[in-house]
């Protein structure tokens, strides 16, 4: 959902290696804040559970991060 401000991005299903080339760069295309929903995410795999981590540090909002989830992303 683009915003002035920057833009959310909805994440569903698994997030598994194969994807997160592209999660990070449509993260780097954002002008502004950018949000990652992952309400819909499903599972993530090591490298997808690496790449959520490092967008995060680099500033990257994480919401809707379930339990499980939440465990692996401290």
């Known amino acids: ?5 920057g833009c959310t991005l909805l ?3 698994r997030l598994q290696a194969a994807q997160v080339h ?3 760069g449509l993260c780097a295309r954002v002008t ?5 929903d992952l309400t ?3 599972s ?6 690496d790449a959520l981590k490092r967008l995060r540090r ?3 909002e994480l919401v809707g991060v379930a ?8």
């Open 1 to 5: 959902m683009p915003r002035e401000d």
């Open 11 to 13: 994440l569903a299903g």
């Open 22 to 24: 592209e999660l990070q």
């Open 32 to 36: 502004g804040r950018v949000q990652l």
């Open 40 to 42: 819909d995410l499903l």
């Open 44 to 49: 993530a795999d090591p490298v997808g559970i």
């Open 58 to 60: 680099d500033g990257v």
């Open 67 to 74: 339990q499980y989830l939440r465990r692996w992303l401290t």
